[in-house]
Each structure stands twice: as structure tokens, then as C-alpha cells.
């Protein structure tokens, strides 16, 4: 839908018809505007609504509506009885599950003894094979150092076994404690609801004792040194805006217009307006501003300084205009509300008949 900025009245030669009901006009040359019409509102650069992590009972609020805040400032604490004793719990299991490292001293005590152990068994049984090829001591007495050498090495291998059974175990214990304690901590951390961004505080959705969730909004927060005026577009103007071209912005609160320009344009049509979000920035903007003003916007798309125009109304259907030497097809160029351009098939003599009605 196209609506006109400012155009000044265009001057017509009027000149009445003999004896009939219709009166005719001349073309005129004047400078024409062709713009987008949007209704927009006003938001704060980076506005955004601060939702909480997790469900809670807010407990109280570190600041107040119009206060600033740096990023990662606190805005509310919410109740943690729970998560603070979960905290707790993970931080003891985390404590005990280092304290298993005892077990872990003990097998390899038993396992340094066991490999002394078997190192004098074996050269005991290595002796008592000597002492037995000269004849000297029993087969039995052989047989039974052989066997204790055995056990012994077999002991080695066993307890060395164990203690890595028992190493791995207590290293995925302490992986699972720490890990459950930094989630724990997390979520402790979460009831401290903080800002993503540094700005003003433009309002709190909820009070004190109120509950909240992640599906409730907490706060709005946005960068009052900087606005934008977001519109929505209807998909038949959405390809002729380009990022860049020159708005004009208009609201109710100020008897004045304002320029920016087209700075963003989302890619995707919203299906149940049928229309795409447009953002502009402002060039010159009033020293007060406030998040959720309306304002009217026109996106201008041409401009000529000189163009052969006729009124908008005398346009019919097809392109037809109808003059005094009968009905004529022209072709058009700009439009606005108010005005056409004629690009072939009139000049600035043709008398175009116009009802007296129009």
C-alpha cells in the first residue's frame, strides 16, 4: 500500500464543457515521490525480554525500572532452598569420592610388598633348583618353592589388576561427583537471574513473591542510547525495498518528520500478516525516545524532479485515459496517491476529460 509524503497541490487548468457534464485538465509537470506506506513502532537497539532459566519464587529485585545495567548484571534472585542443598550434596560427594584414594594407597602398598614377595620366592625356588641338581634337599622341597614362587607372581598380577579395577572406578566416581556438583552449581547459579546485555531496565513483568518460568518473562531490557523503528511490510511492496533507501518518520507524540534509512530486512515473510519485518535507523531523531511508540513511516522508492503528471483518478482500467480525441492507453511510470506519471501517450496539451463528479 503507497502513501504520499508531502506533495503540494498540483495547479489544473479547468476549463468547462459545452453543454456536457464533464470538465477537462491538462497534464502538469511537477516533481513526484513514489514511497511505502508502514506503520511501525519505536524499540530500544537490542531490546530484548529477559526470561528466567528455571521456574521459581522471586525472592527479591537488585534493581528498579530505569535503572542501567552493565551485562551480566543482576536483575532478581529467585528461591533456592532446593538447589542450594543439592549444591551441597554434590560438593560432599565430590569431597568423598577423593577421600577413595586411600583404597587406592592401600593396593599399591599390597602390591609393592607382593612384588617382593615374589621376587624372593623366585629366587628361592631358582636356589632350591640349584641345591637339587647336586643332589642336595627333596623333589618336595623343591616342588613347594616352585609353587610359592607361583602364587606369588600370580598374586602380583592379581593385585595389579585390582588396582587398576579400582583406579578407573574411582576416577569415573570423581568425573561423575565433579560433574554433578557443576550442575548443581549451574542451577544454583541460575536462580540469580542475570541480563544478557548491558542497557536500561525499561520494565519488570513480574513482583516480588510472584512465581515465574521459563515461559514468563521477567524483564525488557534494551539500549536506550539507540532506537530503530521496526514496520511490517505487506509482500507486494517487499521487493521494492532496498537496505539503505531514505525513510521518513512521522509520530504522534512530535509535529515534526524525522529521517532514517532502511538498515535490516528480514528474509522471512511472517505467514499470518502476509508481511516482512523492516527495521530503519534514525539519521536526525528527537532527544526523547521511548520503546513502543507508534510512528508512520514512508520508504521512499523514486523520486523525479520533473515528471509529466496526471491526477491519479482520471487512471482507468487497462491504462485508459479518456481525452477529448477519445479514450488513449498510456504508459505510466511513478505513483502515488495522489498523482501518476505518464511516460507515453499524452503530452502537456492533451485535454483529459474528467467527470464532474471525480
Known sequence: MKFPISFSLIAMSLISGCGNKEKTITPTIKPITESVYASATIQAAEQYTLYPAIAGKILSFDVD?????????????LENTAAT???????????????SAIQVQELEAQLKSAKEQSKLDSVNFQRQQNLYSKEIGSL?????????????????????????QVKNQLRFN??????????????????AVRSDIGGEVFQLLAKKGEWISPQKPLAIIGNSKDYLVVMEVDEMDIVKIKLGQTVLISMD???????????RITPIMNPKTQSFVIEAAFNTRPETLYPGLSAEVNIVIAQKPKALLIPIGSLEKNNIVKTTDGAVTVKTGLKNLEFVEILDGLNEKSQILIPTGK
Not at 65 to 77: M, N, R, S, T
Open 140 to 164: 618336595s622341597q623343591l616342588e613347594s618353592r616352585r609353587l610359592a614362587s607361583i602364587a606369588s607372581k600370580n598374586s602380583v598380577i592379581a593385585l595389579n589388576a585390582k588396582l587398576i
Open 85 to 99: 542443598n543439592s549444591a551441597n550434596n554434590a560438593e560432599s560427594a565430590v569431597v568423598l569420592s577423593k577421600q
Open 174 to 191: 570423581q568425573n561423575q561427583a565433579q560433574a554433578n556438583a557443576n550442575v548443581a552449581t549451574k542451577n544454583l547459579g541460575d536462580y
Open 65 to 77: 525500572e530505569g535503572d542501567l545495567i552493565a551485562a551480566g548484571g543482576l536483575i532478581a534472585y
Open 253 to 263: 507524540a512530535y509535529d515534526q518528520s524525522f529521517e532514517g534509512h532502511v538498515s
